[in-house]
C-alpha cells in the first residue's frame, strides 16, 4: 500500500504553481491514499475551503483528512459558534476519520482547539477522550501496521529550536506505547523529519511532513512524504521541491520485527 502524506496546505497563503506541481505529481506517483494532516487553509474563509475542496476532487485518488489549527476561524464569534462548519461544509463531516485496510490502519485525530491555557491558541492538545479512542480503534486491529495522523507533533525533533509538540504529549506518547502504534504522521512545523522512539519494547516512528504548497516555508521548501508498506516492512520517502518537480532527498526504510 502506498500512502503519500501531505501537510500544511494553507490554502489563501499558497504558491498555486507549487499546487499544481504537487497535483500532478501525486498523479503520477498514484498512491492508494492521500493523507493530510491538518492546516489545509490559511484564516479558514469559504473561498479557501472552496479551493482547497476543487483540489481533493481533482485527485483520483481517495483521501483522508484531518483539520489543523489554521482551519479553525479567528477570533470572532463563529470560532466558538460554529468552529467546524466550514471546514464540514466543504472538506468533511467527520473531524477524526477512521481507515481500515488491508496493511495499515489508521485512526485520526483533532488536536486543534478553540481556546487553550495558552497565549497562543495554535498549540494542540489531546483529551483523555481521543487517548481513549486511540486505544480502543487500536486495540480492535488486525493489520500488521497501525498508523496514527494528528496534526501537532507528539515529539520534536533535536534540529528544530521552536518547541510546538502537542499539551498532553507525554500521556499521548503512553498510549501509543500501550497500543504499540507503528507511526504517527503530523505536520504544524513546516519541517520534514523521521524520528523513532522505543517504547514498551515497540518501536513507533513519528514522521512529521513539511508544507506542501504554503508560501510560509521555514528551513525547508515544500515537499511531502510519501510510505510505501508491506507486510513487514515500511519505506518512508521524504520530497522536496527542487525547481518544479518534487524529487526524493532522504529515504528510512523501517522492518517490523
Not at 463563529?78 to 485512526?107: G, M
Amino acid at each position: 500500500m502506498r500512502i503519500a502524506h501531505i501537510s500544511d496546505l494553507h490554502f489563501g497563503a499558497h504558491d498555486r504553481l507549487v499546487t499544481e506541481i504537487l497535483t500532478q505529481t501525486l498523479i503520477e506517483l498514484d498512491p492508494d491514499l492521500v493523507l493530510a494532516s491538518g492546516d489545509i487553509t490559511q484564516d479558514a474563509t469559504v473561498p479557501e475551503f472552496a479551493e482547497a475542496a476543487d483540489f481533493f476532487r481533482r485527485l483520483p485518488m481517495p483521501a483522508l483528512v484531518i483539520p489543523g489549527n489554521h482551519d479553525l476561524p479567528g477570533l470572532d464569534l463563529r470560532r466558538f459558534v460554529q468552529p467546524w462548519k466550514r471546514y464540514r461544509d466543504h472538506i468533511a463531516r467527520d473531524l477524526e476519520p477512521e481507515l481500515h485496510a488491508d496493511l495499515v490502519d489508521i485512526k485520526g485525530i483533532n488536536s486543534a482547539r478553540m481556546i487553550l491555557p495558552a497565549l497562543n491558541w495554535a498549540y494542540g492538545s489531546i483529551s483523555a477522550r481521543q487517548r481513549q479512542d486511540i486505544a480502543s480503534f487500536f486495540a480492535a486491529s488486525t493489520t500488521p501496521w497501525r498508523v496514527l495522523t494528528l496534526h501537532h507533533p507528539p515529539l520534536n525533533p533535536s534540529e528544530f529550536p521552536l518547541d510546538v509538540t502537542v499539551f498532553n504529549s507525554e500521556k499521548l506518547l503512553k498510549t501509543l506505547g500501550e497500543q504499540k502504534v507503528d507511526i504517527v504522521l503530523s505536520g504544524h512545523q513546516h519541517h520534514a523529519y523521521v524520528e523513532t522512539r522505543v517504547m514498551n519494547g515497540h518501536t513507533t516512528l513519528f514522521v512529521c511532513a513539511s508544507t506542501a504548497m504554503s508560501i510560509r516555508v521555514r528551513k525547508q521548501p515544500q515537499g511531502f512524504n510519501l510510505l510505501d508498506f508491506s507486510d513487514k516492512s515500511v519505506r518512508i520517502e521524504l520530497r522536496q521541491l527542487s525547481g518544479e518537480r518534487f524529487l526524493p532527498y532522504s529515504a528510512v526504510t523501517h522492518t517490523k520485527v
